[in-house]
């Protein structure tokens, strides 16, 4: 079936930078992404969600930003701090209230 | 972790035991999930139910159970027939809107010695 993919597993930042996060997904019904957060030993966090009707949505520090042409989407954190350093997942659901299908995530790692 | 408890946090048994993890949520969310993580993996859908007395299999039921008797509690059984049981084990929960946020619980590590 279709899925959520990343281009990066794993990003380094020197903390103060901005952070980008890349998530490719595939299903072009999917109408409704969310950005997870997961520390070790941790359930995932929710951070920021976006619905298809939209293009950008901004939280604290946080970013999200689709781009449907090309099934894209991003999450972007200003001013990366050391707490920020966790495992992330973007997630898409299909129209139908079927279940979330994640990506295999994106370890950001910051650097003091 | 919104509502959820998972418990225990962490659970060792003996290879050839069924195991039962419990997930609590008091959100009034009526679907609810199961996750399978592996170290440095990303999450795989076990189970769901979207009501009571109801519930679905995901991408990896084998060798799984689950319950539905209550909306608050979805424990999920592993079975001996589970070839590889020992991982993070996520239980999440969420209203029946397609939109509203899926919450997760803080995780049960089951080690099968």
């Known amino acids: ?112 | 972790d919104g509502g959820i408890t998972q418990s225990p946090k962490y659970l060792f048994r003996k290879e050839g035991q069924n195991v039962t993890l419990s997930c609590e949520q008091n959100l009034n969310h009526d679907a609810m999930y199961w996750y399978r993580q592996d170290p440095g993996q990303g999450l795989r859908l076990i189970y769901y139910s979207q009501i009571v007395n109801d519930f679905q299999k995901g991408d990896i039921a084998e060798g799984y159970s689950v319950s539905r008797e209550k909306k608050e509690s979805f424990p999920l059984t592993v079975t001996s027939a589970q070839k590889n049981p020992t991982a993070f084990y996520l239980c999440a929960s969420k209203t029946q809107s397609s939109t509203d946020t899926q919450y997760f619980g803080p995780g049960t590590r089951l080690t099968v010695l």
Request: with cysteine; hydrophobic share 35%.
């Open chain 1, 1 to 112: 079936g279709e899925s959520v993919g990343l281009h990066l597993p794993t990003l380094s930042v020197q903390e103060g930078d901005n952070s980008i996060i890349n998530c490719a997904y595939s299903n072009s019904a999917s109408d409704y992404f969310i950005w997870y957060k997961q520390e070790s030993g941790k359930g995932p966090q929710f951070i920021i969600d976006i619905r298809s009707n939209m293009d950008k949505r901004q939280g604290q520090r946080v970013t999200v930003l689709l781009n449907k042409t090309v099934k894209h989407l991003s999450l972007q954190i200003a001013a990366t701090q050391p707490g920020d350093s966790a495992v992330y997942f973007c997630a898409e659901r299909v129209p139908g209230n079927t279940p979330l299908v994640f990506g295999k995530g994106t370890r950001l790692s910051v650097i003091a």
